[in-house]
């Protein structure tokens, strides 16, 4: 039972990031009718803004002490972080210690940008062509932004960690009753399934009660109808763009202290994403977000020892299997609207 | 304008006629010397397939300076590196046979096919008469076979599975780097001076062939001193979230946990555990301990503050020298060229990528022949002292190198972001030794074959 | 799924005016023999064409006339052909193919391992193991299409990749993959003990090659290669014959309005399986070719990247056109191979010539894009293809060719008009 | 007994009684009209029959033998093609590309492997296909792209798809909707050649009336998925059960 309890949380988190990235692609989908292979490159991209962000932060400029020597035997030149000069030694710590959550400060601008660039840049030109078209050059994009950083910031990955008041475990069991070490569950884990709840609610929230919202929802369902009312629909999906690429951008962010940021860790979570937005159904929110969820908690049963021993390479396939059984007997999705390509 | 590291083929230094002429058939550019890729008397290539892209493109990188850095000392260039410490005195910083060293690299992208497409072309193409590097153990003996068919010499680089040179070993091929087997009796006195021997053991083991044989090794070594394997589970490779996987040790009833990973695996693997509070956990009444196997210095830096306190083994390390003394002399001149060179120590696989070319051309050089039988038959049963291992033997029934293991553990407190590790105890070489017929190594079936020289 | 007028632009009035000169070379029409003799030609004379710079010169780094580079364009070129026939010409943009390889390499390995290292019926096993896996996988995945379509294929890809690299070690070597070994001994083969099996054909080994040395030039004629050229161009004779049947006529309509094949009595999906296991099984003849050339086979040409890769070579050469994914697959692996290996110092020795600090500028400013770069060239140049020549390297030959018509025809005017 | 017999078939979507036992026999080699305000559930009556819906209940028998269950290409087989109120055609093929398919199709059946002859050598299927361009004055746009044309062209196009198949029944939906006066005169003594053939049976839906009075020779009228009256043309213009249904429409 206690195992069963972890792995939905572990399920619960896993979710979280696939609801995320999920969530961006279908409003991309539903908003622009556009195919986005490069949303794991954003997400990418996000994690990339808290390496960045850290790294701005541990600015340093070298110090030669002769006290100490290098691995040549040459004195030691020892880095003195900016920070430090300017706001003290502790302070300067606190902020580089706190510089996951303060990047997303910084991911925000940066990835409304990014995303504004790229559809007023590239998106916009495919609108009207072929969905393979749009997966092909997004595909190209997500290629081009993953070697760019991989220029940058090299292969391996790279440590970001969470502040030290979230690292550690929470002894979650004893809420419900069992006994004390049997359920812990890390702070930053939690931390990150309530981040994601939030991030969730407030794009809902948004699309929901505000005018701009009721637009582009107006405008998911019958784009041409709103653009004849005279609202500028361009410059809103323009910005929706944008929040997508933000929403996956900081989902990205408030990742790299789960797992170390890495070039290629967009592609990893590309694949599963499309598998994740065409199991909810395309186009549809609710759907996307129950879907990453679903999908996260079945990858961590599967992934039970208890489960492996009698399907040996069950915890490989599953998602796929959730995938080929859902399209089958339910093409357009869990909750995905009638006729909305359901072909 | 032509630099040095053009590519020239050798064939053409020996056959190269004005107008036409059609050569005889041969069988992959044999000539009349009797084997593939005779250089020509002014140079020789060397192909360098490192992994350039994909998760082990920084090993890769680190592997091929290490590589340029040889050619550099082989030349004459530079101030020599190991040739000064290394016991046979045959190279003389004059090339090779009196050839000057050329090399092309290519990316082998850490996929078996690609390395096997990587070392063809450099063999085809640019008459490479010897092929080194890469990271995986799949890519090694992959290219090995290719070596063994056509006829050439392969080095492997960093390759740790035991079948490299175990069911897979060829006679064309040869491994510098440990194995598996030797991970696993390198780590097992330790694990039990450190740890004791009533421990209870969790094996998180990635699911492909190197998973496998560490996974056997190091259950086999640590059951042998008395530890019990609670349960092992098979991970994804493409796996980077582990928690669902790191979740149930807690509660399994072991207070050790292997992580068989390697690479981002390890990584991911690592922090995971560390995040899920396994490092500080007690069970059984005892501190919660956490082994890696394969310790790999990027990846430790990789892995940050997470590692410290993780035991491992390891082939090489920067500091042994300076920390154990003049048995292991080779390694500051080596780190001392490396650094001075690039800036920051290098890594156990630039170590060993280094060492295979020295060694290749020294055998060379004492067989006088770049003949690839000649040159297993100088490599075979070598010893040798001064690379940075102490006292190596090339053993010739399998083509693996036995030298002195070294345990690591993550440092507690690193000085700068090279200093990750600290060793913390040498295994001698006799406590690693295994017959060559040991079950782990393919029993009595695995043979070498015969050398191929390709004619 | 490129600009439809481009395609049929490229497709059917060829037709039509192959007929008006129908001479019935082979079946086909002139335009089409002609084609055809020009692929035979190219592949034919490879060696030379792609050995144009001497040996030692500069230049020699840009040479692709070996063996293996070689063998890798004709195989990958049917690999493509193939792909094309299933989404050049039905729409459907598979992205699963490279599972299809890779189970005609699994196949072709132990045929050989088990049975004889005679490459035929190694390539006819995996021919039959692709066809039949096609079958499976295209029976499913065809009951959706559009992007539902790509992902269900994917995910039978990614399901076969992560399986032969883990579970399946047994019949597939995992990670490592599957060699001849000298412990393998082919029933149908009289092996000395210790030896090591090799592909041949009928006795002769793949692996042979003639040099032929001309001045400073260099030209490898290997046995493997034009093993590989003749299947190539068999398999493009048979694609050209496909595109330009009924059948092909009814996959195009697949793919222009299946709503109205149904109303006029076809059925399209017995067509588009029937294109997709084609397609499956130029896939596996590509698996098998790369075994009996390198009898080696790696579980990551089934990862969902190679899929990608054979997607990316057709759109790149032409999606819908006979020749452009010969010509993508062409340029993709002379890519991986050639401009992967350009290195720092290669690159200081192009630019040797320039005063020394506007050569360290040259290289900084060209390495990102070589090397271990090549991956972002190709991004880019992929992307620059799918924004500005959606009909692939074909349509950009068209409008050049174009360009040098309208210009002849100009200058003939006035030329006509002067008299 | 009519060639196209409808029995008392229902259809609902979820509250909506789309069609109301419906009961229509259209007697062989005539032309049969039906006609209806908007929403009259015309649309869902030939879906039915062409195989896109399936009813709820009833029967629609062709030839005596029922196309309930068969697939939509299985009932072109019988003998029933389909004009669609905006044409269908296979805009990425030559206009002669589009008239050959159906005759393959009318040939070799629902699917045949002929994946090796050519196009080329098909010189029965091509002439088919050119004389029944030269019929409806298309031969000159043979090798026309067909998405290119206008719409006029288009309909003209698919007319000729349907018409070359032969077929016993032929369903046209809007025939003449959105065409210019000549276009539809043009397409009007087309039809009318047709029906004066006698060999084809035409089963029209229209909103024109001077198309419908100028061709049917009977007609259904149906009103909120049930059929009205059904009669000669002359019965049904002053009719006053259709002047009720047709209330606030256009003049009839």
């Known amino acids: 039972m206690d195992q069963i309890i972890v792995q939905i949380l572990n399920g619960l988190d896993k979710g979280s990031a696939y609801a995320l990235i999920a969530l961006g692609l279908t409003l991309i989908f539903g908003t622009l009718g556009v195919v986005n292979f490069a949303h794991g490159a954003l997400f990418m991209l996000g994690a990339f803004c808290a390496v960045i962000f850290n790294r701005l932060l541990s600015l340093s400029h070298k110090v030669v002490d002769e006290s100490r020597t290098d691995f040549l035997g040459n004195p030691m030149q020892v880095d003195v972080p900016y920070v430090h000069e300017w706001f003290g030694q502790a302070a300067g710590d606190a902020l580089i210690n706190w510089s996951v959550p303060l990047s997303i400060l910084f991911a925000i601008p940066v990835m409304l940008l990014v995303g504004v660039i790229m559809e007023r840049g590239l998106i916009k030109h495919f609108y009207k062509r072929p969905h393979a078209d749009q997966i092909l050059v997004t595909f190209g994009l997500a290629i081009v932004l993953q070697e760019i950083i991989k220029y940058f910031f090299g292969a391996n990955p790279i440590q970001t960690p969470a502040p030290d008041a979230f690292r550690g475990s929470l002894d979650f069991g004893v809420w419900l009753g069992f006994d004390p070490l049997t359920i812990m569950y890390p702070y930053w884990r939690l931390v990150y399934f309530f981040f994601a709840a939030i991030i969730i609610a407030g794009v809902f929230a948004f699309l929901q009660f505000t005018t701009f919202g009721m637009v582009v929802r107006a405008g998911m369902a019958d784009r041409e109808t709103v653009g004849l009312l005279g609202i500028d629909i361009d410059k809103r999906f323009t910005f929706m763009f944008g929040l997508a690429a933000a929403v996956a951008g900081i989902a990205g962010v408030m990742y790299a202290p789960i797992v170390a940021p890495n070039y290629?860790?967009?592609?990893?979570?590309?694949?599963?994403?499309?598998?994740?937005?065409?199991?909810?159904?395309?186009?549809?929110?609710?759907?996307?977000?129950?879907?990453?969820?679903?999908?996260?908690?079945?990858?961590?049963?599967?992934?039970?020892?208890?489960?492996?021993?009698?399907?040996?390479?069950?915890?490989?396939?599953?998602?796929?299997?959730?995938?080929?059984?859902?399209?089958?007997?339910?093409?357009?999705?869990?909750?995905?609207?009638?006729?909305?390509?359901?072909? | 304008m032509s630099k040095s590291t053009f590519t020239r083929r050798g064939v053409l230094r020996t056959g190269a006629v004005a107008g036409a002429g059609l050569a005889l058939p041969t069988y992959l550019r044999a000539q009349d010397s009797g084997f593939t890729n005779a250089p020509g008397p002014d140079s020789v290539t060397l192909g360098f397939s490192v992994p350039l892209s994909g998760?082990?493109?920084?090993?890769?990188?680190?592997?091929?300076?290490?590589?340029?850095?040889?050619?550099?000392?082989?030349?004459?260039?530079?101030?020599?590196?190991?040739?000064?410490?290394?016991?046979?005195?045959?190279?003389?910083?004059?090339?090779?046979?009196?050839?000057?060293?050329?090399?092309?690299?290519?990316?082998?992208?850490?996929?078996?096919?690609?390395?096997?497409?990587?070392?063809?072309?450099?063999?085809?193409?640019?008459?490479?008469?010897?092929?080194?590097?890469?990271?995986?153990?799949?890519?090694?003996?992959?290219?090995?076979?290719?070596?063994?068919?056509?006829?050439?010499?392969?080095?492997?680089?960093?390759?740790?599975?035991?079948?490299?040179?175990?069911?897979?070993?060829?006679?064309?091929?040869?491994?510098?780097?440990?194995?598996?087997?030797?991970?696993?009796?390198?780590?097992?006195?330790?694990l039990a001076s450190q740890y004791g021997t009533d421990r209870r053991a969790y094996h998180l083991t990635a699911d492909y062939n190197w998973g496998y044989t560490t996974e056997e090794a190091i259950r086999a070594s640590t059951e042998a001193m008395g530890w019990e394997t609670v349960n092992s589970v098979l991970t994804p490779l493409t796996q980077t979230d582990f928690s669902s996987y790191i979740a149930p040790v807690l509660n399994s009833g072991a207070d050790v946990l292997v992580l068989n990973h390697y690479g981002g695996n390890m990584v991911n693997s690592l922090t995971n555990a560390v995040q899920f509070g396994l490092r500080e956990a007690s069970a059984n009444g005892k501190q919660f301990e956490i082994v890696v196997p394969l310790?790999?210095?990027?990846?430790?830096?990789?892995?940050?503050?997470?590692?410290?306190?993780?035991?491992?083994?390891?082939?090489?390390?920067?500091?042994?020298?300076?920390?154990?003394?003049?048995?292991?002399?080779?390694?500051?001149?080596?780190?001392?060229?490396?650094?001075?060179?690039?800036?920051?120590?290098?890594?156990?696989?630039?170590?060993?990528?280094?060492?295979?070319?020295?060694?290749?051309?020294?055998?060379?050089?004492?067989?006088?022949?770049?003949?690839?039988?000649?040159?297993?038959?100088?490599?075979?049963?070598?010893?040798?002292?001064?690379?940075?291992?102490?006292?190596?033997?090339?053993?010739?029934?399998?083509?693996q190198c036995f030298k002195d293991v070294v345990v690591v553990r993550g440092k507690e407190n690193p000085e700068n972001e090279f200093d990750l590790v600290e060793i913390v105890e040498v295994t001698p070489v006799d406590q690693v030794t295994y017959p060559p017929d040991h079950p782990q190594f393919g029993g009595a079936e695995a043979t070498l074959g015969t050398c191929n020289n390709g004619a | 799924m490129t600009d439809q007028t481009t395609q049929t632009g490229a497709i059917a009035p060829q037709a039509d005016r192959s007929r008006a000169a129908s001479g019935g070379f082979l079946?086909?029409?002139?335009?089409?023999?002609?084609?055809?003799?020009?692929?035979?030609?190219?592949?034919?004379?490879?060696?030379?064409?792609?050995?144009?710079?001497?040996?030692?010169?500069?230049?020699?780094?840009?040479?692709?006339?070996?063996?293996?580079?070689?063998?890798?364009?004709?195989?990958?070129?049917?690999?493509?052909?193939?792909?094309?026939?299933?989404?050049?010409?039905?729409?459907?943009?598979?992205?699963?193919h490279a599972a299809f390889l890779g189970v005609g390499s699994y196949a072709a390995i132990w045929m050989m391992k088990l049975v004889t290292t005679n490459i035929i019926p190694g390539i006819i096993a995996s021919i039959i193991f692709a066809a039949l896996f096609a079958v499976v996988v295209g029976f499913i995945s065809l009951r959706r299409s559009g992007i539902y379509f790509s992902i269900l294929t994917l995910a039978f890809a990614q399901m076969s990749y992560a399986l032969a690299y883990s579970v399946l070690t047994p019949i597939t070597g995992g990670e490592t993959g599957l060699q001849i070994k000298s412990t393998d001994r082919p029933f149908l083969d009289n092996l000395e003990p210790g030896q090591i099996g090799r592909a041949n054909l009928f006795g002769i080994d793949m692996r042979a090659s003639q040099i032929l040395e001309v001045g400073g030039w260099q030209f490898t004629f290997n046995v493997g290669y034009y093993v590989c050229a003749v299947v190539m161009i068999l398999a493009f004779y048979m694609a050209i014959r496909i595109f330009r049947s009924p059948f092909g006529m009814m996959l195009r309509a697949v793919k222009s309005n299946q709503q109205r094949m149904n109303y006029t009595g076809l059925s399209p999906k017995p067509y588009t399986l029937a294109a997709f296991v084609i397609s499956g099984m130029y896939a596996g003849l590509a698996g098998g070719l790369m075994v009996a050339m390198d009898t080696q086979v790696g579980p990551e040409r089934m990862f969902w990247t190679a899929s990608g890769e054979v997607v990316l070579m057709t759109i790149l050469g032409g999606a819908g056109t006979l020749i452009g994914p010969v010509l993508g697959a062409g340029f993709i692996k002379y890519f991986e191979n050639i401009v992967s290996k350009i290195n720092s110092d290669i690159l200081h020795g192009w630019f040797a010539f320039l005063p020394d600090g506007l050569e360290d500028f040259m290289v900084a400013i060209v390495y990102p894009f070589v090397g271990k770069g090549w991956h972002l060239t190709l991004g880019l140049m992929f992307m620059a293809v799918v924004i500005f020549l959606p009909g692939g390297l074909v349509e950009g030959g068209q409008r050049i060719a174009r360009l040098f018509r309208r210009r002849k025809a100009a200058d003939g005017a006035t030329k006509s008009a002067a008299e | 007994m009519g060639i196209l017999e409808v029995k008392g078939v229902n259809k609902r979507f979820g509250g909506l009684q789309a069609l109301g036992d419906v009961n229509l026999s259209v007697a062989e080699n005539t032309c049969h009209a039906i006609i209806g305000p908007n929403g009259a559930g015309k649309s869902t009556l030939l879906n039915c029959l062409v195989g896109k819906l399936i009813p709820d209940s009833g029967s629609v028998m062709f030839d005596g033998q029922s196309v309930l269950g068969r697939k939509p290409h299985e009932i072109n087989q019988m003998g029933i093609s389909r004009v669609f109120q905006t044409p269908?055609?296979?805009?990425?093929?030559?206009?002669?590309?589009?008239?050959?398919?159906?005759?393959?199709?009318?040939?070799?059946?629902?699917?045949?492997?002929?994946?090796?002859?050519?196009?080329?050598?098909?010189?029965?299927?091509?002439?088919?296909?050119?004389?029944?361009?030269?019929?409806?004055?298309?031969?000159?746009?043979?090798?026309?792209?067909?998405?290119?044309?206008?719409?006029?062209?288009?309909?003209?196009?698919?007319?000729?798809?349907?018409?070359?198949?032969?077929?016993?029944?032929?369903?046209?939906?809007?025939?003449?909707?959105?065409?210019?006066?000549?276009?539809?005169?043009?397409?009007?003594?087309?039809?009318?050649?047709?029906?004066?053939?006698?060999?084809?049976?035409?089963?029209?839906?229209?909103?024109?009336?001077?198309?419908?009075?100028?061709?049917?020779?009977?007609?259904?009228?149906?009103?909120?998925?049930?059929?009205?009256?059904?009669?000669?043309?002359?019965?049904?213009?002053?009719?006053?059960?259709?002047?009720?249904?047709?209330?606030?429409?256009?003049?009839?």
């Open chain 2, 55 to 190: 998760p082990y493109a920084d090993e890769g990188a680190d592997e091929l300076r290490a590589l340029e850095l040889a050619v550099e000392h082989l030349n004459g260039e530079g101030d020599g590196g190991m040739l000064q410490t290394f016991s046979s005195k045959a190279l003389d910083g004059t090339g090779i046979l009196g050839r000057r060293v050329e090399y092309v690299s290519g990316d082998d992208q850490t996929k078996s096919d690609v390395a096997r497409a990587t070392a063809r072309s450099m063999i085809e193409k640019d008459g490479a008469i010897m092929i080194t590097g890469g990271s995986s153990s799949g890519t090694a003996v992959a290219v090995q076979a290719l070596c063994q068919e056509v006829g050439i010499i392969f080095m492997a680089g960093l390759t740790h599975a035991n079948d490299t040179t175990g069911k897979d070993r060829k006679a064309n091929g040869f491994r510098h780097f440990f194995n598996s087997y030797m991970s696993g009796a390198a780590l097992a006195p330790i």
């Open chain 1, 264 to 343: 290629h860790m967009g592609m990893d979570f590309l694949v599963l994403s499309f598998v994740v937005v065409v199991v909810g159904g395309m186009g549809s929110l609710p759907g996307a977000v129950a879907a990453g969820f679903l999908l996260g908690i079945l990858e961590s049963f599967a992934s039970m020892p208890a489960v492996t021993q009698f399907l040996p390479g069950i915890n490989q396939i599953i998602i796929y299997l959730v995938a080929i059984i859902v399209l089958l007997t339910r093409p357009r999705g869990l909750m995905g609207r009638k006729g909305v390509m359901e072909e």
């Open chain 3, 27 to 96: 079946g086909l029409g002139f335009r089409d023999f002609r084609l055809l003799m020009i692929v035979v030609a190219l592949t034919l004379l490879a060696p030379f064409l792609l050995n144009p710079f001497p040996e030692g010169s500069a230049m020699a780094q840009f040479n692709a006339g070996y063996p293996d580079l070689m063998q890798r364009f004709v195989i990958f070129g049917i690999f493509a052909i193939g792909f094309n026939i299933l989404f050049g010409l039905t729409g459907y943009l598979s992205f699963g």
């Open chain 4, 88 to 252: 269908e055609i296979f805009a990425d093929l030559t206009v002669l590309e589009n008239v050959m398919i159906p005759c393959f199709a009318a040939r070799d059946g629902a699917f045949r492997m002929h994946a090796y002859e050519t196009v080329e050598a098909e010189a029965d299927i091509r002439d088919m296909a050119m004389t029944m361009l030269e019929d409806v004055n298309m031969a000159h746009k043979a090798e026309e792209h067909a998405g290119s044309m206008s719409r006029g062209d288009k309909r003209r196009l698919e007319m000729a798809m349907c018409l070359v198949q032969k077929p016993k029944l032929l369903l046209l939906d809007e025939p003449t909707a959105g065409m210019a006066r000549a276009d539809t005169n043009n397409t009007i003594e087309l039809l009318k050649s047709i029906r004066d053939r006698r060999t084809i049976t035409m089963c029209i839906i229209e909103h024109d009336m001077n198309v419908v009075f100028s061709l049917a020779e009977r007609i259904t009228v149906l009103a909120q998925g049930t059929p009205l009256v059904e009669d000669v043309p002359d019965k049904i213009k002053g009719h006053p059960k259709v002047r009720e249904a047709y209330l606030g429409e256009a003049q009839v």
């Open chain 2, 295 to 399: 310790y790999s210095e990027l990846m430790a830096r990789g892995a940050g503050p997470n590692i410290k306190g993780i035991l491992g083994s390891q082939n090489w390390d920067w500091k042994l020298e300076n920390e154990l003394g003049a048995k292991y002399s080779g390694t500051n001149a080596f780190v001392q060229s490396f650094g001075t060179k690039y800036g920051f120590p290098p890594s156990q696989a630039a170590h060993t990528c280094y060492v295979q070319t020295l060694l290749y051309a020294d055998a060379v050089t004492r067989a006088g022949s770049f003949a690839p039988c000649a040159v297993v038959e100088a490599l075979k049963d070598f010893e040798f002292d001064g690379l940075g291992n102490g006292p190596t033997l090339y053993r010739g029934d399998d083509h």
